[in-house]
């Protein structure tokens, strides 16, 4: 049976604008990739009880939210906390983290989304001559990239390997490696890292 909270006075009129509750409520709901009508599915609620909710027009009681929360799932406590992170879904230039080490410039993204922590993407710009080694990042996790323009070339483990645009590599940071660009042109790569909880 679905529930309609309006009718139950389980929620109360909210004067004017829309709650920071409502907009948080649909932030995590996109963040999770549902849509409204299948968190309230899920939820055992009517469609428009949500909307109003998410709009700021109604405010449901403890128990209601706390019943929306677990169709996500969610609990109460990780709803209102200040480390939840609710990303946007859409980077620009000015979000990025840059970090610009030894002639090698990155451009990195965290993907909190992907399920572990300490996830990136990096957009990397080797300029010719630069080169980064083992203790460029983590020592506990992987990385993967791929070569968008330009050479570069991987040493890992005492063995050299040349890559061009289009190749890429993945291996365990724990080994010995250095990432270069020993040509006269910037070479551009895109990487993505995460920490390994295991290692």
Request: with cysteine; hydrophobic share 35%.
């Amino acid at each position: 049976m679905v529930e309609n909270f309006e009718s139950a006075e389980q929620v109360s009129p909210v004067p004017e604008g829309r709650t920071k509750l409502g907009d948080r409520l649909q932030a995590v709901r996109k963040q999770r990739g549902l849509s409204q009508r299948e968190l309230a599915r899920r939820a055992d609620v009517t469609n428009s009880t949500l909307s109003m909710i998410e709009q700021g027009k109604v405010s449901p009681s403890v128990a209601s939210l706390e019943k929306i929360l677990a169709a996500v799932p969610m609990s109460l406590q990780e709803f209102f906390s200040d480390s939840l992170d609710i990303h946007p879904p859409v980077y620009h230039h000015s979000d990025y983290v840059r970090v610009h080490k030894d002639g090698v410039e990155n451009s990195i993204m965290p993907l909190p989304e992907a399920g572990h922590d300490g996830v990136y993407l990096s957009h990397q710009i080797y300029e010719p001559g630069s080169q980064i080694s083992t203790e460029w990042m983590i020592r506990k996790g992987f990385v993967g990239g791929m070569v968008v323009k330009g050479e570069l070339t991987l040493r890992l483990d005492g063995a050299d390997y040349q890559l061009t645009a289009g190749e890429g590599f993945h291996f365990s940071l724990h080994r010995s490696h250095t990432l270069a660009n020993k040509t006269t042109q910037n070479c551009v790569v895109i990487t993505v890292s995460f920490s390994d909880r295991r290692a």
